[in-house]
């Protein structure tokens, strides 16, 4: 894997949109798309292809974890679920650490560091169709799609991988061509 690619931030506001009923994401920073989601929902696995053409792969990997694989299937980050109703989830990688945290008010949630949060992420009324995500540092990109994978996905990234896909089906990012089309 590229090495800017690990390293893609997002910082200040930034949006997942989607249209209603599609697969397909994009992460706006601004005017900006930061990276390409698609949804996989029959494998349950999301393919994202950040601006600089780094793909990873989202996918579950036991029970209440998510990784995010790079083009060589190695891990690059995963996040994990701590409560048992899915209100708290640990995000990290090598470069970071981060938990997750589901706010009083519905849709809420915010990444925090320690005690201080460093994230606000929220969707709208009525769907996750749309996500805006409102950072007070610089957050790795890898680390705002895994968090919208648990918020949009809640039930795929609490269950055990083998219940919802036999095992070996999931792809390798770089064997699927286009990612983004």
């Given at each position: 894997m590229k090495e800017r690619g690990v390293y893609a931030v997002l910082h200040g506001s930034g949006e997942l949109v989607s249209p209603w009923m599609s697969n397909q994401w994009r992460l706006l920073q601004g005017n900006q798309e930061t990276a390409?989601?698609?949804r996989l929902g029959r494998i349950h696995v999301s393919l994202v292809t950040l601006s600089d053409g780094t793909r990873l792969l989202l996918e579950p990997y036991g029970y209440s974890v998510v990784r995010?694989?790079?083009a060589d299937r190695q891990e690059v980050a995963r996040i994990t679920r701590r409560s048992w109703l899915g209100r708290r989830w640990d995000l990290t990688a090598t470069t970071f650490a981060y938990e997750l945290v589901s706010h009083p008010r519905p849709r809420r949630w915010q990444l925090m560091l320690g005690q201080t949060p460093v994230a606000d992420i929220s969707g709208s009324l009525?769907?996750?169709?749309?996500v805006k995500v409102?950072?007070?540092?610089a957050i790795p990109v890898v680390a705002v799609v895994l968090a919208w994978h648990v918020i949009a996905r809640?039930?795929?990234a609490a269950a055990a991988p083998r219940?919802?896909?036999p095992a070996g089906t999931h792809p390798v990012p770089g064997e699927l061509g286009g990612a983004t089309s």
């Open positions: 390409r989601i698609r995010a694989l790079d009525v769907s996750y169709n749309r409102e950072s007070f540092l809640p039930w795929e219940t919802l896909v």
